[in-house]
């Protein structure tokens, strides 16, 4: 069963906590999104597998723990996941990027992906999905979906606020995907957005409506 993650780390509760505030205007909402990446990125890794290597320090040779060469991927989706790109790339520079992206068909309400670009050895690589937010889950549900037929070795999903609707979505849907959130909020309203929420995070990002 995919398991929910729900960060505690004061630094990420408090961040977020600004980012929720109406007056926070879009400069600051992007880099505190950036900030919230880093530091849940720093979680969301925590399993990366380690190997002895040797190294002649300035003083002697001694076997010291690195990463044992695995190779990662960030997807963000189209177009919110991109202001938590850069804060995960902080963290993991060597990662390569993907991008999907999605729209729902007005007359039949399914999702049509519109772009998807992986990194040519996706099979090779563990994928790190990232968006703001989780509130249906139909959109993640679907890029997951589609991300999946690429054949990844494993995938992650990373947002910084979840309603219930939506983890209760993705884990029915991708029981084999965990999921790792900055915030876990009461409920969605009757226009789907997340309550208490922060609103439209794309438009809050880009400064648009």
Not at 174 to 192: F, G, S, V, Y
Request: hydrophobic letters at 45%; aromatic letters at 4%.
């Amino acid at each position: 069963m995919s398991e929910l993650h729900v960060m505690d780390h004061p630094l990420i509760r408090h961040k977020v906590a600004i980012m929720r505030d109406k007056n926070t205007g879009p400069k600051e909402f992007r880099e505190l999104a950036d900030e919230v990446a880093t530091l849940m990125a720093y979680e969301v890794t925590r399993d990366m597998p380690l190997e002895d290597v040797e190294i002649e320090t300035p003083i002697t040779k001694d076997k010291f723990k690195m990463i044992a060469g695995k190779k990662m991927g960030i997807v963000p989706i189209l177009r919110a996941g991109l202001g938590m790109l850069d804060g995960v790339l902080k963290l993991i520079p060597a990662a390569r990027v993907g991008h999907i992206g999605l729209y729902r068909e007005p007359e039949t309400l399914e999702a049509v992906e519109y772009y998807c670009k992986l990194p040519t050895d996706v099979e090779e690589r563990d994928l790190l999905v990232v968006d703001p937010m989780l509130a249906t889950g139909n959109t993640a549900m679907e890029a997951i979906k589609f991300i999946k037929e690429r054949n990844p070795r494993s995938i992650k999903l990373m947002v910084l606020v979840a309603a219930p609707e939506g983890v209760k979505k993705i884990q029915a849907a991708h029981p084999d995907i965990d999921i790792w959130t900055a915030a876990l909020d009461e409920k969605l309203n009757d226009h789907a957005y997340i309550v208490p929420g922060l609103g439209d995070a794309g438009d809050r990002l880009y400064g648009t409506k």
